[in-house]
C-alpha cells in the first residue's frame, strides 16, 4: 500500500533528556513498527543544530511516516507515543502533508502517492533525500556548504532541517517554502543549482527521492519560530 499523506516530525530534545534522545533513535523502528495504517516509516538523526552538517547532533531527530489515509495520520499525531517526543522537547514540529509530485526511491520503494495538484499561491513543502556513494562523500559535502549557507538566506524559506539515516552518507533535507516561486527560486540558481549540478555529473547518489507537498497543517515551533496550530487545509 503506498501513503497517501506523509507526516513528517522535527525534534530538539531539552539537554537534560539527551539520553533518551539517543534511546529513541536507537530504538525507533522497532518502537515504530505497529503504528496503525503507516505504509512507509523513517527514523531519521540529525545534524548539529538541526543542521545539514556531517557532525551528527545527540539531540535534533525527525520522523517521516506516510499514512493510508488523512485519519490515520491524525492518530499519530495524536498518539502517546508521539507524546513521549513533546514531553522531552525543547522544540517539536508536526507538518502533515500531500504530495503533489515525487520522483525516486526511498530504500527501494516509492512511498508516495501524488494526491494533490501543485499550488498556485501558498507555502509548498519539500523533501530532498540521497544515498551518497561513500567514494563521492568528500566532493559531496565540500559542495554542500555553500547550498546550506544560501538555503538559510534564501528569501521566503520557512522552515529547514537537515536529517539522515545515516552520518556521512544518507542524507535529506525538509524545507517549506513560502510559495512555489521562492522554492524555485532557490533550486534553480546559486550554490544549491551548482551542488545539484555537480552530483549528477559525478554520481553522487546510488539512490535518491525528490517529493514536493502541499502543507495541510503545520504545528509547533522550529529554530525559535512558532506556528502554533496552522491549518492551511483548502
Known amino acids: 500500500m503506498i501513503g497517501t499523506v506523509a507526516v513528517v516530525v522535527l525534534v530538539e530534545t531539552m539537554p537534560t533528556r ?8 536507537v530504538s525507533g523502528r522497532w518502537r515504530l513498527a505497529g503504528i496503525p495504517d503507516a505504509t512507509f516509516l523513517k527514523v531519521l538523526g540529525s545534524g548539529r543544530d538541526g543542521g545539514f552538517v556531517p557532525t551528527p547532533s545527540l539531540v535534533h531527530q525527525g520522523l517521516f511516516v506516510s499514512f493510508a489515509d488523512e485519519s490515520a495520520a491524525d492518530a499519530f499525531l495524536a498518539s502517546d507515543l508521539l507524546s513521549g ?8 514540529l508536526t507538518l502533515k502533508l500531500r504530495a503533489f509530485s515525487a520522483r525516486g526511491t526511498w530504500s ?12 498556485a499561491e501558498g507555502p509548498v513543502a519539500s523533501l530532498t533525500r540521497a544515498s551518497i556513494r561513500p567514494a ?15 538555503l538559510h538566506a534564501a528569501e521566503g524559506c520557512l522552515i529547514a532541517a537537515g536529517l539522515g539515516e545515516a552520518p556521512f552518507f544518507r542524507q535529506a533535507t525538509v524545507t517549506v517554502w513560502r510559495d512555489t516561486a521562492a522554492m524555485h527560486a532557490f533550486a534553480r540558481h ?6 545539484i549540478r555537480r552530483a549528477r555529473a559525478e554520481g553522487h547518489f546510488s539512490e535518491d527521492l525528490f517529493a514536493r507537498f502541499v502543507p495541510i497543517d503545520i504545528t509547533g515551533s522550529w529554530q525559535g519560530r512558532r506556528f502554533g496550530s496552522m491549518s492551511l487545509s483548502p
Do not use: M, Q
Open 18 to 25: 539527551w539520553a533518551n534522545a539517543v534511546w529513541r533513535l
Open 190 to 195: 546559486g550554490p544549491h543549482l551548482e551542488a
Open 85 to 92: 517526543y513533546r514531553r522531552d522537547a525543547a522544540e517539536l
Open 136 to 150: 563521492k562523500a568528500v566532493s559531496f559535502w565540500r559542495h554542500a556548504a555553500p547550498s546550506e549557507v544560501a
Open 108 to 119: 527501494g520503494v516509492s512511498p508516495l502517492a501524488i494526491t494533490a495538484e501543485e499550488p
